[in-house]
C-alpha cells in the first residue's frame, strides 16, 4: 500500500499530536495538510483537496461530527475517506460517526503504526486497489 504523494489532511486541536501524526506521516512519504479546528479543518477540506481526512471529535468552532457532516454533504467532497481519531470512545459517538459516513474510527490513545496501516487501506480502496 503505497502512500507516496497521497495528501492526508489531520485534524486537531492539540498541537503536539499534531506534529507527530505529521512527523509520522510525512516519514511515510504522505503529503501533510494541518488543521487546528474544526472551522479550518472545512476550509482546508475544500482547498487543498486531501485524498483522506484523519479528524478530531472535539475541535473548537465547529467539532468533528460536524466536520464529517458537511465533508459527506458535500458533493467534491463525498467520497473522500475520513478516519475519526479521538477520545470518545462511547458507542454512540462510534455509531453516531460511522452513521454519518466516517470510513473508520479509532480511539485515542492509538498506535501509530495502525493510524498509518487504516490509512494505506482506506488509500488503496479509494484508488482502485485492493
Known sequence: ??????????????????ELMEFRLRA?????VRAI?????????????????????MMPKSDGFEVLT????????????????????SERDIVSALE?????????PFIPEELLARLGRLIARKNGKR
Open 1 to 18: 500500500m503505497d502512500g507516496v504523494k497521497a495528501k492526508v489532511l489531520i485534524c486537531d486541536d492539540d498541537d503536539l499530536l499534531l
Open 28 to 32: 511515510k512519504g504522505y503529503e501533510v
Open 37 to 57: 479546528d474544526g472551522a479550518e479543518a472545512l476550509s482546508k477540506a475544500e482547498t487543498e483537496t486531501p485524498d483522506i481526512v484523519v479528524l478530531d471529535a
Open 70 to 89: 458537511h465533508i459527506k454533504n458535500d458533493p467534491v467532497l463525498a467520497e473522500t475517506p475520513v478516519i475519526m481519531l479521538t477520545a470518545r470512545k
Open 100 to 108: 454519518k459516513g466516517a470510513d473508520d474510527y479509532l480511539v485515542k
